[in-house]
């Protein structure tokens, strides 16, 4: 079992909102991820840190902005939400040596519905 | 079980049966390749590991191939289980391309029957 947690698992909030989805990890990994997938979907990168203070964009454009002030937090922020925000997140971390070879360990993801 | 073509969005087997599923890549210069499974309502969990230079490598009940003339991958799973339902989405790493981030591919959802 992988020690990275995410909350909300499932979010349904209005236009407009402010809303974070949290992702901790207790395996001291200093690289961190956010995909993005919608259902049945592959995932896409939207935002990764190599360690504290370290935040990249991904592949895909995303509206929703980072932070990592501790190794073990990666907080994924949308200012003001829109029904095109409505997805699934999955947050992930490795070791920087095991990055190399693609093993990430993920959450078990937050379902974000933007009504 | 077999998949047909290059890639199926769903494949059915038997349980105790083979699975194989299999995955195109565009990439020539990806350097590491990697299968994960998705089960409903969960994030993805690596399952094995392939690096360039091989074209097999082995786990428990799993098997990757990898063709890289054809620039084919594939993931056999052994007398498939109830368990091993799920989305079973490949993967590449390229270094100093996506700055060595993965890609994932579109996944293939495998069914078992009992």
């Known amino acids: 079992e992988a020690d990275i947690y995410q909350t909300p698992r499932y979010l349904v909030i209005g236009t407009g909102k402010k809303i974070t989805l949290e992702c901790s990890q207790t395996?001291?990994?200093?690289?961190m991820y956010w995909y993005q997938q919608d259902p049945g979907m592959e995932l896409h990168l939207i935002h990764y840190?190599?360690?504290?203070?370290?935040?990249e964009k991904g592949d895909l454009s995303s509206e929703s902005t980072v932070s990592r002030i501790r190794t073990e937090h990666f907080p994924l922020t949308l200012e003001s939400a829109r029904p095109s925000h409505t997805s699934q997140y999955l947050c992930a971390s490795s070791e920087m040596g095991r990055a190399n070879t693609g093993e990430l360990f993920f959450g078990e993801g937050s379902r974000l519905t933007v009504l | 079980g077999e998949s047909v073509g290059l890639h199926l969005p769903t494949l059915s087997v038997q349980e105790g049966d083979n699975s194989i599923i299999n995955c195109a890549y565009s990439?020539?210069?990806?350097?590491?390749f990697i299968w994960y499974k998705q089960e409903s309502g969960k994030g993805p969990q690596f399952i094995i590991d392939?690096?360039?230079?091989?074209d097999k490598r082995q786990g428990q009940r799993v098997t990757v191939l990898l063709n890289k003339t054809v620039k084919h991958l594939s993931l056999q799973i052994a007398a498939t289980q109830p368990g091993d339902s799920a989305v079973y989405f490949c993967a590449e790493i390229t270094y100093g391309g996506s700055q060595g981030n993965l890609i994932f591919g579109k996944g293939t959802k495998l069914s078992v029957k009992p």
């Open positions: 395996m001291g990994h200093d690289k």
């Open positions: 392939i690096r360039s230079n091989m």
């Open positions: 840190s190599y360690g504290v203070n370290s935040t």
């Open positions: 990439n020539s210069a990806s350097d590491y």
